[in-house]
């Protein structure tokens, strides 16, 4: 093969990864999402019939609605649990900030050999299923776990985390602080020390050269660090399922349960494309500010 058509083939490779492990996804979600609830296998109507041709194509189209999506507007559950959601997803991240960030710079400023040894001990948690990490704090959460019994010898009373918020926030933010970590890792690791030294020689403190000169650098990892924790947070399933119990609403949850226990696959697809839809907004805003970064230092 010549390189012309190896380089046309290198072209539209992209696209067609984006076409078959997104797009053709989303428009079968989107699809299942204007149809109705129907008891039949699968439980969902219209169905194409191809047996009749175009008349069956005009049948099929005719047919989908945007009722689905009225009922989540009139269902005080599922405003609820986007709600509830982009809670969970907005304090997590925040609390994730709050402690990836010291990690982060700590780790830039350990010498080169060092900093090998810290980056494997922040990716290291990944070599361990994510389930089984998750299970691994119910055994430290419940009430006669591994928490209460390192505290009752200190007189503290047994503390009742598991099946809680808290619990739910303690496992988000245990499972997303690599994915903070490394973002930041990656912008502070490469920050010119030789502004710090100028912002000493024009009179800055190291916490004033820190606040106008290496945290404004920062900010790229920090947007880059935010998006890559809240979007999958707030369609996370198996923490709130596992630490949150039956009390915790999250759009995963909602979504598993309208999916296999009420067998409504076009409100589960619909709560879907909505949560997709919600997400653009974040990653829209956060694509402008790159470019406008881009522009800048040209």
Request: with cysteine.
């Amino acid at each position: 093969m010549s390189a012309k058509p190896r380089r046309g083939l290198a072209a539209i490779a992209p696209f067609l990864w984006l076409g078959v492990f997104f797009l053709f996804p989303f428009f079968l979600v989107a699809k299942l999402s204007l149809s109705d609830t129907a008891l039949a296998m699968p439980p969902y109507a219209p169905r194409v019939d191809w047996t009749a041709g175009i008349a069956g194509a005009r049948a099929f189209f005719a047919a989908l609605d945007f009722e689905t999506y009225a009922r989540l507007t009139r269902d005080s559950l599922y405003i609820a649990s986007y709600l509830s959601s982009l809670k969970f997803a907005a304090v997590a991240t925040s609390l994730l900030l709050l402690i990836g960030y010291p990690i982060a710079y700590g780790m830039s400023r350990f010498p080169p050999a060092q900093r090998q040894a810290l980056l494997m001990a922040v990716i290291l948690p990944f070599w361990t299923s994510f389930l089984i990490r998750v299970y691994a704090w119910i055994a430290v959460l419940k009430p006669q776990g591994l928490l209460n019994a390192a505290l009752a010898p200190l007189g503290i009373a047994p503390l009742h985390i598991l099946n809680t918020d808290t619990a739910v926030y303690i496992g988000l933010v245990y499972a997303y602080l690599p994915f903070m970590v490394l973002p930041l890792y990656a912008v502070l690791e490469k920050q010119d020390q030789s502004q710090l030294e100028a912002a000493a020689d024009l009179g800055c403190t190291p916490a004033q050269a820190f606040w106008r000169v290496t945290f404004p650098l920062s900010l790229p990892g920090v947007a880059a660090g935010a998006l890559l924790c809240f979007i999958p947070m707030v369609g996370e399933f198996v923490i709130p399922d596992l630490l949150g119990g039956s009390g915790t609403l999250m759009l995963g949850k909602t979504i598993w349960t309208e999916f296999f226990a009420n067998r409504d696959w076009p409100a589960a697809s619909a709560v879907a494309i909505v949560l997709l839809a919600t997400l653009v907004l974040p990653i829209f805003l956060y694509q402008r500010q790159q470019q406008k970064m881009i522009e800048a230092g040209q």
